[in-house]
């Protein structure tokens, strides 16, 4: 077999909280694409100078496992760079959404306010900082609320605790929030019914989406909740199954659809929804660069593209790259390393 003459890195970290792609992973998806591309790498990427050694290789494709890392790994918790949108800067094409996306993806506020601003349902929230109010009856929310942090990823500091329905245990979970996380508390009003998730994935020269949606079914709680959060999917005893055909499945894919379109996401990613006690789909929060690791029933993405397609790992991981590739990124000076900002090069649909 004659291989395509292409150079593609494989990005990830081993930085702690840096990366959505795993060392497994990773070299599955190397052999994935040794099979077809001449040149296939992975480079550890920790702070600012890695990506410029990164840009030195000069790759045709960076297959993106990282949102952004610190200026100077020594001060992790300083200043940090969008990879995507240095990438951009350096005219290197990559998999998945540009820099002002992911931003949306890793605020939770952030991405709520756009949704709601398009007209899209999400629940009512709020942020809480620690100490901010002194009693129940000044809550801007009725009971009963979720608390959560508003930047984390794989079901961190949610628990069986982020339901609340009085004051102290609200005030309980913003304190620990602030402790364990250092943020305030992103509160909305508790959503008590099913849960999905929507992988969505492009095609290559056209505008459509593949919508592949599963529901995501937990054991209930002490309390009657049905919560997955980081213990359950650290356990992994939660079940994903595919949607029956009718209204809640046309429902949740056209808010998926929708969503990722506001979001201005690209190539594939991930949303999440859960049905409030009406049975009415409401946004929870975007994942757009989502775990693709392989027989991995705790990736949703591998899970739903096999459930609904029956697309398997290798053409899942090559379909990707595909839709990288048919980029060509003129180099641009000025996308706000620092801070994402709207990038005019990239059609959002």
């Known amino acids: 077999m004659v291989k395509i003459n292409k150079h593609i890195e494989i990005v990830r970290s081993l930085a702690p909280g840096l990366s959505s792609m795993g060392h497994k992973s990773a070299i599955m998806m190397k052999r994935v694409l040794e099979q077809q591309y001449e040149q296939v790498g992975i480079s550890l990427v920790s702070d600012l100078s890695d990506l410029k050694r990164l840009a030195t290789k000069q790759p045709d494709l960076v297959f993106l496992g990282v949102k952004r890392v610190p200026v100077n790994s020594i001060r992790p918790t300083g200043a940090r760079v969008w990879t995507a949108a240095y990438l951009d800067q350096q005219g290197i094409a990559y998999t998945g959404s540009n820099a002002t996306a992911i931003a949306l993806d890793f605020s939770k506020p952030a991405a709520k306010r756009l949704i709601k601003a398009s007209g899209l349902n ?35 500091g949610i628990g069986a605790d982020s339901v609340v329905r009085d004051f102290a245990a609200f005030e309980q979970k913003v304190e620990r929030i602030h402790r364990d996380f250092g943020t305030s508390a992103l509160v909305e009003t508790y959503l008590p019914g099913r849960e999905f998730s929507v992988a969505l994935l492009e095609t290559l020269d056209s505008d459509e989406l593949i919508a592949m949606p599963i529901e995501l079914i937990t054991e209930q709680n002490d309390q009657g909740d049905r919560i997955l959060g980081q213990t359950i999917k650290a356990a992994d005893t939660e079940h994903a199954i595919t949607v029956p055909d009718g209204p809640t499945k046309q429902a949740v894919v056209n808010l998926a659809i929708k969503a990722y379109r506001a979001l201005g996401a690209r190539d594939y990613g991930r949303i999440d929804i859960r049905l409030d006690e009406h049975g009415t789909p409401h946004f929870l929060e975007a994942n757009l660069i989502p775990g693709l690791a392989q027989h991995d029933f705790t990736s949703y993405f591998t899970t739903a593209a096999w459930l609904n397609q029956a697309l398997d790992h290798q053409s899942m991981i090559l379909h990707i790259t595909e839709l990288g590739l048919s980029r060509s990124l003129p180099i641009t000076k000025d996308l706000g390393l620092l801070s994402p900002a709207h990038n005019p090069i990239l059609k959002i649909a």
């Open 122 to 156: 999400t629940a009512d929230y709020f942020a809480a900082r620690h100490g901010e109010y002194n009693a129940g009856s000044v809550l801007p929310l009725n009971y009963p609320l979720f608390v959560k942090p508003p930047n984390t990823g794989g079901g961190k």
